[in-house]
């Protein structure tokens, strides 16, 4: 990592795992990750967005679980957050290119949430633009074999966190 990168803070973010009455998780296809192989040939990943200066953890939760999922908060029950913030440095080839190259990765709060709606109730394309373009249920313990390498270890992490609530 270079001295400029090395200097660059964290984006303050929220991280949602969401989980059905069967204990099944929400994952989504990314729009933005088209194109870019791994050894399944695609990344999915739990809804995660940055934290509004000045919003509270729980409100901005909710805020990115609406405009990713369309999932609407009569729909979901908070149940656990974790006990720590989480982070991640972004790969150096990344760097410069999200966020307008303000931050060298995330920070992150992530929240364990009850779905209590039906899958009617998720809408990819309640926010414009949308940012995922499939979803899909998943076994928890999929999650870390799912998303992109450098979130991996953040994956483990909330994954034992959350795994006896789930």
């Given at each position: 990592?270079?001295?400029?990168?090395a200097?660059?803070?964290?984006?303050?973010?929220?991280?949602?795992?969401?989980?059905?009455?069967?204990?099944?998780?929400?994952?989504?296809?990314?729009?933005?990750?088209?194109?870019?192989?791994?050894?399944?040939?695609?990344?999915?990943?739990?809804?995660?967005?940055?934290?509004?200066?000045?919003?509270?953890?729980?409100?901005?939760?909710?805020?990115?679980?609406t405009?990713?999922?369309?999932?609407?908060?009569?729909?979901?029950?908070?149940?656990?957050?974790?006990?720590e913030?989480?982070?991640?440095?972004?790969?150096?080839?990344?760097?410069?290119?999200?966020?307008?190259?303000?931050?060298?990765g995330?920070?992150q709060?992530?929240?364990?949430?009850?779905?209590?709606?039906?899958?009617?109730?998720?809408?990819?394309?309640?926010?414009?633009?949308?940012?995922?373009?499939?979803?899909?249920?998943?076994?928890?313990?999929?999650?870390?074999?799912?998303?992109?390498?450098?979130?991996?270890?953040?994956?483990?992490?909330?994954?034992?966190?959350?795994?006896?609530?789930?």
């Amino acid at each position: 990592m270079s001295d400029e990168t090395a200097n660059l803070p964290y984006r303050p973010c929220v991280g949602v795992m969401l989980v059905n009455g069967q204990g099944l998780v929400f994952v989504g296809r990314r729009i933005d990750t088209r194109g870019q192989p791994d050894e399944g040939g695609v990344y999915w990943q739990m809804p995660q967005g940055g934290i509004d200066e000045g919003e509270d953890i729980h409100a901005a939760a909710y805020r990115e679980l609406t405009e990713e999922t369309g999932v609407l908060p009569e729909h979901v029950t908070l149940l656990a957050q974790t006990r720590e913030e989480l982070f991640y440095d972004l790969p150096e080839d990344l760097i410069g290119k999200l966020w307008k190259g303000r931050f060298r990765g995330q920070r992150q709060h992530w929240v364990l949430a009850r779905f209590g709606g039906d899958d009617n109730h998720i809408r990819l394309d309640a926010h414009d633009p949308a940012e995922f373009e499939d979803w899909k249920w998943v076994d928890p313990e999929l999650l870390p074999d799912l998303i992109v390498p450098f979130k991996k270890r953040v994956y483990r992490t909330v994954l034992d966190e959350f795994r006896d609530l789930i």
